[in-house]
T-cell receptor, first 111, second 115 residues
Framework: DQQVKQNSPSLSVQEGRISILNCDYT??????FLWYKKYPAEGPTFLIS???IKDKNEDGRFTVFLNKSAKHLSLHIVPSQPGDSAVYFC??????????WGAGTKLIIKP | GAVVSQHPSWVICKSGTSVKIECRSL??????MFWYRQFPKQSLMLMAT?????????EQGVEKDKFLINHASLTLSTLTVTSAHPEDSSFYIC???????????FGPGTRLTVL
């Protein structure tokens, strides 16, 4: 049973527009949420995170929103740039410091 | 974030041989190290978690006798794929975490191809 779901396997966005990546989880005990970006044949790169006590965290073009009641988090990238094309994984941390990963969403930024 | 290296970045070997992959945390005391594998177009699959000085904890379905993990120090963990077979061909990635931190920092990955 998947505890973390990224229901969109891919997303195509025009350069300059907003990219919104979504992630849903089932375990209400998760207390920390992270987004990673991954290029082919490379390890994931940490992007941004949010604690369960917050509902928003912003870092430059990247903002993560957390809706605990809906068990939903999203990553907003604005404006989207060609270099943002990658696979984005959300990960949720449990009490054992293990990260439970979503399946990833491939973001394609069209010029 | 932490700087994590993996060696080798790419290895090709014959079926039946063993391959060792190193993961080094260059500027970070990695109290916990994780090993993942990723098949093409699939998500990361956690194989095992190791704490420095302790035996690794393997995920269900991962053979501990086939994938030997050693976490000898706060900066080095090794994964040995024993008697590799073509189905072991995959992208292996390590990550590190320091005590008290939530984030994991990843190495660049190792592409293993077993002929």
């Amino acid at each position: 049973d998947q505890q973390v779901k990224q229901n969109s396997p891919s997303l195509s966005v025009q350069e300059g527009r907003i990219s919104i990546l979504n992630c849903d989880y089932t375990n209400s005990m998760f207390d920390y949420f992270l987004w990673y970006k991954k290029y082919p044949a490379e390890g994931p790169t940490f992007l941004i995170s949010i604690s369960s006590i917050k509902d928003k965290n912003e870092d430059g073009r990247f903002t993560v929103f957390l809706n605990k009641s809906a068990k939903h988090l999203s990553l907003h990238i604005v404006p989207s740039q060609p270099g943002d094309s990658a696979v984005y994984f959300c990960a949720c941390k449990d009490s054992n410091y293990q990260l439970i990963w979503g399946a990833g969403t491939k973001l394609i930024i069209k010029p | 974030g932490a700087v994590v290296s993996q060696h080798p970045s790419w290895v090709i070997c014959k079926s039946g041989t063993s391959v060792k992959i190193e993961c080094r945390s260059l500027d970070f005391q990695a109290t916990t190290m994780f090993w993942y594998r990723q098949f093409p177009k699939q998500s990361l699959m956690l194989m095992a978690t190791s704490n420095e000085g302790s035996k690794a904890t393997y995920e269900q379905g991962v053979e501990k006798d086939k994938f030997l993990i050693n976490h000898a120090s706060l900066t080095l963990s090794t994964l040995t794929v024993t008697s590799a077979h073509p189905e072991d061909s995959s992208f292996y990635i390590c990550s590190v975490r320091a005590r008290g931190y939530n984030e994991q920092f990843f190495g660049p990955g190792t592409r293993l191809t077993v002929l």
